[in-house]
């Protein structure tokens, strides 16, 4: 199996897996610097696009955002969502997973579970295609919000779910918006790492959209914290930068480009 892969599972029980969101080279270099899988999440259609949901991204837009993330990721695991639709059966799959795997040089893709498409991940694997499950709540199947494994038969079936993930190949399982308890299970009972979004510290890793930690998209439930405030950062330049435009402040002659020096 490909090192980077072993990499994240050999960090099951020993130490935190780290993962945020990019839809670009400049977040993903820095992202690259500190987190050990680095995902061009489908949320690229509310974060970017201001879609309701994720449901209308289309493959040629992931792959152009990918090729950009590709440029800032050099160390860690870069993985790919399948957009919604484009691995309806096993035919579309292979045929759309192996279009973003050699177009983007992408590590991974991440396909959501409908709780019926485990055959999808079993074939993706026998192609040499490592694919991170994803269950809980699923933005491309489900159309209303809701925190999942509250009772005995939700956490039942997610256990089972995630059981079958990984015995499909998977390589680990976003786990989003589950109660603490079945986190803890499921994570207890699976041998790949799980990685929580709104699941607790019960998880083998975290991620986030990285919009959504930097304060940035405006989206801040419960589970998300919000490690700065990007906003009025970027907020209060714009401003500055407004302002000495026009008081014609700026450019000042420091920034006036005479003779042949440009840097
Ligand atoms: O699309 C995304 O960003 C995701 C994460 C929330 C896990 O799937």
């Given at each position: 199996m490909n090192y980077k892969i072993n990499k994240i599972l050999n960090k099951k029980n020993k130490s935190k897996i780290v993962c945020l969101t990019a839809y670009s080279k400049n977040i993903a270099k820095i992202l690259d610097k500190f987190c050990d899988i680095i995902l061009v999440g489908d949320s690229m259609a509310n974060?970017?696009?201001?879609?309701?949901?994720?449901?209308?991204?289309?493959i040629e837009n992931t792959i152009q955002h990918t090729l950009s993330v590709r440029r800032g990721v050099k160390k860690n695991l870069l993985v790919v969502d399948m957009p919604?639709?484009?691995?309806?059966n096993i035919t579309m799959a292979k045929k759309n997973a192996k279009l973003i795997k050699s177009s983007t040089k992408c590590d991974a893709v991440k396909i959501e579970s409908?709780?019926?498409?485990?055959n999808i991940i079993k074939e993706l694997v026998s192609l040499k295609i490592p694919v991170m499950g994803h269950i809980g709540y699923t933005p491309q199947f489900k159309n209303k919000f809701k925190i999942e494994g509250d009772s005995e038969k939700e956490k039942n079936k997610l256990i089972k779910e995630a059981i079958e993930i990984e015995k499909a190949g998977a390589f680990s399982i976003v786990l989003e918006c589950i109660t603490s308890r079945t986190a803890r299970l499921i994570t207890e009972r699976i041998k790949i790492p799980t990685i929580g979004i709104g699941a607790s510290?019960?998880?083998?890793g975290q991620v986030l959209v990285t919009d959504d930690m930097l304060g940035l998209s405006g989206f801040y439930p419960?589970?998300?914290?919000?490690?700065?405030?990007l906003n009025r950062v970027i907020e209060k330049a714009v401003k500055k930068y407004s302002r000495e435009v026009k008081k014609n402040k700026f450019p000042s002659k420091k920034n006036f480009l005479n003779g042949s020096k440009y840097r």
């Open positions: 974060v970017l696009y201001a879609e309701k949901n994720t449901h209308n991204l289309t919604k639709g484009t691995y309806k409908n709780s019926n498409n485990f510290s019960y998880c083998d419960k589970f998300v914290k919000k490690f700065t405030n």
